[in-house]
Structure formats: C-alpha cells, structure tokens
C-alpha cells in the first residue's frame, strides 16, 4: 500500500480520540485546519471532530511529508484574520517546525526538553505566536503546552 494510501492502526485511531478529549477539556478551537490529504490524517481530523464551532479545513497536498520550509511557508500564507491554527500533519516535518519556533536556545524546562526529545504520532505542541502570521520566523513561538498520546489516561 502506498504510504499516502495508509489508514490509521488501532492505536493511532484511538490516539485520536483521547486527543480529541484533551483538547475540548482544554478549550482549544482552531479557527483554521491545515491538513495533509494523506489517508490517515484526514483520519485524524475526523477522529477530532465534531467541533463546537467548525473550523475552515483546509487539506493541502504540500503538507503530505512535508519539510520545514514549506511548513513555514502554508503557516505564513494565513490569513492574519486567523487566530488559532491547527496544523495535521507528519514527521520529521512537525517536530522539526515545533524546535525552529522555540528558537535555537538550548530548552530550558522539562516541556521544551521533551519537544527536542522527539515528536511521538499523535501528539499536540500547542504555541504562542505574536504578529502576523506572515512574520512567523524561527523563535517566533512561545510553547504553551506539549502533550503525547502517552500522557493522556485514555491510552496508557
């Protein structure tokens, strides 16, 4: 099966959806979805919904596999009339874009360390960003929060 083609195991749907509880206990609502069209985010994304207010979704193909610089890139293209971003997407692209927004400082707490540690399937880097979007630059984040499948009680 090609690797586009690939749906979600087990695991990783019900990864989803514990995330999918995390997040609505937290209170987080994209105004915006970035999506890779590949079978198994798109899976993700619907394991998260349905939303309380539905977000603009927005499946680019340039996300499928993709690098940091074209991360940067979609992230800059936003509308700054966007307040809130959640990008569904793969590795190493996202944990590469999670370490450029926290800059090039050596981390200094646990959350940051466990960010440059890796970037597990599934998991959540949520991150302050000041400015337009269209400024979005390396150490242009703030990290907020951090959580993996693992951390969550539904998947332990």
């Known amino acids: ?55 603009l979704i927005d499946p680019i193909e340039a996300l499928y596999l993709a690098d940091l610089k074209t991360l940067f890139a979609t992230l800059q293209g936003v509308a700054e009339t966007v307040r809130s971003v959640l990008l569904v997407g793969h590795n190493p692209g996202l944990h590469e874009l999670a370490i450029a927004l926290m800059g090039e400082s050596a981390p200094s707490d646990q959350m940051s360390r466990r960010v440059f540690e890796g970037y597990p399937t ?18 242009g984040g703030r990290l907020l929060r951090f959580l993996a499948p693992r951390d969550l009680p539904e998947t332990v």
């Open 1 to 55: 099966m090609a690797d586009h083609a690939r749906p979600l195991n087990a695991r990783g749907r019900a990864s989803a959806v514990a995330m999918r509880d995390a997040i609505r206990q937290l209170g987080l609502v994209p105004d915006v979805v970035l999506v890779s069209p590949a079978v198994r985010t798109m899976q993700t994304l619907d394991a998260l919904g349905p939303w309380d207010e539905t977000p």
């Open 122 to 139: 599934g998991a959540l880097a949520e991150f302050s960003v000041p400015g337009p979007w269209g400024s979005l630059a390396e150490g």
